[in-house]
């Protein structure tokens, strides 16, 4: 065995590992093209890039940020579409719009659903499954908060009056349309469905079981989406999409795109301030301009400018309840 004095350890001279020197350039990525992811699977994104789709990966230096559908982002590599090519994404262009929630009304993490939306269609089912009215009201808040329009799409007309549900929202101005099943089992009412959503980028939320997939199915006939059906003891529907995808629609209108977004049971709404939600309704906001501050504007505020107004004649009751059911809907959890 050999033996090592301390003079022979004194000069011992530990080998360097063979590194490549760092460096803080960065390449251009001149030759990146542009693309808008449409789906998101298990690390991989689906983009089309002009008219080719094209699936990608995230490039390292993105690191954590996120890359949602709806993304314009910046590609590089293998564009060609072909089987078992993979492009890489490079930069995530800044987001005109994000549509966010959280897991519950407790938790500080957010979700980003989907980027670039224009529109937000809150999907609901007169019946089977009944409507609830505390998710079209976070949905409501959801949109607002985001800068998105609002429409109620409100579907199987053919079992329930719409009214009793439209007069709850008509004081706010949100516009809707009405669809209903034919005898011939086709979708009666798509008509007014597609004008509203020509030239927009809708995203579609609802609860599962109310007709989202089979709207989904007769307004992108290739889209193949799966169709649920409701527990007749729960009255709930099952889960039949679980990504959330974006679908160009045919040229019948302006163009247009929709996101098909998975059947939600939740909707946290911690990131939503009141301040924001009052901002979406500009008649009233403008009567809260001497609130004390820290001022959530709901009902038993001590001195809110919205009572104030009310008593005094200048402000409409109905559209006050109805922005103060949507406050309200920020800390409801039964929905």
Known sequence: MARYTDQDIEHYDRP???????????????????????????GRYTVVVGETVVTAMKARPLGRKGVVTGDH????????????????????????????????????????LVANATQLVVVTALADPEPRSGL????????????????????????????????????????????????????????????????QVSVLVGHSGVGKSTLVNALVPDANRRIGHVNAVTGRGRHTSTSAVMLE??????????????GIRSFGLAHVQPEHLIEAFPDLDEMTEDCPRGCTHGAGEPECGLDEAL??????????????????ARSVTDY
């Not at 629609?249 to 998975?262: A, H, Y």
């Not at 008593?311 to 309200?328: I, K, N, T, W, Y």
Request: some cysteine; hydrophobic content about 40%.
């Open 73 to 112: 982002v910046r590609v590089v590599g293998d564009v060609s579409g072909a089987d078992g090519s993979l492009a890489r994404i490079v930069e995530v262009v800044p987001r005109r719009t994000v549509l966010r929630r959280t897991a519950d009304d407790d938790d500080a993490v957010e979700r980003v």
């Open 311 to 328: 008593a005094a004649g200048q402000a409409d009751p109905e559209r006050v309840d109805s922005f103060r059911r949507l406050l309200a």
């Open 16 to 42: 360097r590992r063979r590194t490549r020197p760092r460096t803080k350039d960065r390449p251009s990525h001149d030759d990146a093209v542009d693309g808008v992811v449409i789906t998101v699977d298990r």
């Open 249 to 262: 629609l045919p040229s019948w209108g302006r163009g247009g795109w929709i996101i098909d977004t998975p």
């Open 136 to 199: 079209i009201d976070r949905a409501l808040v959801a949109a607002y908060d985001a800068g998105l329009s609002p429409l109620l799409c409100l579907t199987k007309s053919d079992l329930a009056d719409p009214e009793v549900l439209l007069s709850t929202y008509r004081s706010l101005g949100v516009p809707w349309v009405v669809t209903r099943r034919g005898p011939d089992r086709s979708i009666l009412g798509l008509d007014e469905v597609q004008e509203r959503l020509a030239g």
